[in-house]
């Protein structure tokens, strides 16, 4: 007579646990491991100032909490974009300066990082939950995170993706202030109402960040594009040769906001009509970083 | 992740085990998930796995790094959470004369997701006994090194852990 309970016997079947637990699992191996942190990768952005955190700096895990922006002659930044989007400065490092009434918060400074090497144009903050957890899904996740550490606005870690794409994680010691309004494309004349993640292989991207932010993805208008959901500013990925961040800045009247980017020295693209706005792409500061301006419905 | 760069006092071994844990990893939480049945505990469980790994590795233990180690690694720490399971809800031990020990025969065929279900109903000690026996398909011998109990002690349990069985499957067939 065979055992009845032989039938419990049948084979196993592999089963992936959620991206974000297997990619925290794997930092905590990495870290048992003994592997060091790269020592390449510790970008130094324009430090968030605020002790406040506000609705400025994101509501949720994977909205991003403060944007760097590494620039020359930060001073002569502060002037340009001041004077085309209306942004003032508190006093910051290297003659650059926090705009204070921009959403998300944004930084100007002269893109020193702490190795001494520059680094120009965007770096992001991402907000985070719990840095600690964070970290090691970005070690996991074949990405570099330095030890968090203690800043006068909450926790801090300085990373860069799977693909070496520089980021800082931030876990905010407070929960925003309220603002019931929708800030997902901004609201004022010079907020961000898109960003754009340029990745070399779109692919990686989609994974690392699933796993480290718990983004999800939607098709985005082009094959090599995608559409991230849920995360405020609006933003999008897509697959280029240049990777980085590119900025679209919200602006009133674009006609009158194109002509001041000439008179500044930068230079913009044609205004185009789009399903959502007017946009002109390709515009370029005086000190040749690179945006985009966006005049959406009010 | 480029591994190449490693200083030396990383151990040899370091990189195989993440190349095993990237490979590995879906077979031990699917192991660990269809034994406890419960997300969180799998999660839990495959964490202490592979740390245990990491451990190993470490110390400078040379270990042929393959899935079936890993499954060896957290059969221990299954048998761990069971024990600890055990001794959360011990409430009685009963001392018994043997008498009990003997089995009658029970010839009827299991519809197979019930006989599932009720495993899992089970208390942590006869649902540790018959995952060995049965699931894994360990010997008595192997379920009992596993269990860290003697050879008669591991009988006496799957002769009560089976019985037990018996009235849980035929409980819930009358209960439908």
């Not at chain 2, 959360?88 to 997701?113: C, K, M, N, Y």
């Not at chain 2, 008595?140 to 009988?155: I, M």
Request: include cysteine.
């Amino acid at each position: 007579m065979t055992d009845p309970l032989e039938i419990l016997h049948s084979p196993d079947r592999p089963i992936d646990p959620s991206p974000g637990f297997a990619a925290e699992l794997r930092g905590r191996l990495v870290d048992a491991l003994e592997t060091p942190p790269d020592p390449q990768i510790t970008p130094k952005g324009a430090a968030m100032r605020t002790t406040a955190v506000q609705f400025r700096n994101g509501h949720r895990q994977g909205d991003i909490s403060y944007i760097s922006l590494g620039i020359p002659d930060p001073a002569r930044g502060a002037a340009f974009y001041g004077a085309l989007l209306g942004w003032s400065f508190a006093p910051g490092d290297a003659g650059g300066g926090q705009a204070d009434e921009v959403t998300p918060q944004i930084g100007i400074f002269d893109g020193t990082r702490a190795d001494g090497s520059v680094t120009l144009g965007v770096v992001l903050g991402y907000r985070v939950d719990d840095v600690d957890a964070a970290t090691l899904r970005v070690r996991g996740a074949g990405g570099t995170a330095t030890d968090p550490q203690d800043r006068p606005y909450g926790i801090e870690s300085a990373c860069a993706d799977n693909q070496g794409l520089p980021f800082y994680l931030h876990q905010l010691l407070d929960a925003p202030t309220d603002d019931d309004g929708d800030l997902s494309n901004g609201r004022r004349h010079g907020d961000i109402s898109y960003m754009s993640l340029g990745v070399p292989v779109l692919a990686l991207a989609e994974a690392f960040y699933g796993a480290v932010l718990g983004w999800s993805f939607t098709p985005g208008s082009s094959p090599q594009g995608r559409q991230i959901e849920g995360v405020t500013p609006m933003s999008g990925l897509f697959q280029t040769d240049t990777p980085g961040v590119l900025l679209a800045y919200r602006v009133d009247d674009i006609h009158t906001a194109v002509a001041r980017v000439g008179e500044l020295g930068g230079t913009a693209g044609p205004v185009e009509e789009r399903p959502y706005g007017l946009a002109a792409d390709n515009c370029v500061d005086d000190q040749g970083t690179a945006f985009q301006l966006l005049q959406l419905p009010v | 992740m480029d591994m190449s760069g490693l200083p030396a006092v990383v151990p040899s071994q370091g990189p195989e085990l993440l190349a095993l844990y990237d490979r590995g990893l879906p077979e031990v939480y699917g192991y660990l998930l269809r034994r406890c049945s419960d997300p969180p505990t799998a999660e839990d469980l495959t964490s202490e796995t592979f740390l245990a790994a990491a451990a190993v590795v470490r110390n400078g233990v040379q270990t042929e790094m393959t899935i079936p180690w890993l499954i060896g690694v957290a059969r221990h720490k299954l048998v761990d959470h069971w024990r600890r399971q055990e001794r959360q809800q011990r409430t009685l031990v009963l001392i018994t004369d043997g008498s009990e020990l003997v089995e009658d025969p029970w010839e009827v065929e299991l519809d197979a997701i019930r006989a599932q279900t009720v495993l899992e109903e089970l208390g942590p000690h006869h649902q540790a006994a018959l995952t060995l026996r049965y699931l894994d398909g360990l010997s008595v011998p192997e379920t009992a090194a596993a269990l860290q109990r003697t050879l008669h002690a591991t009988e006496a349990l799957l002769v009560r852990a089976r019985r037990a069985y018996r009235h849980a499957y035929e409980r819930s067939e009358s209960d439908d």
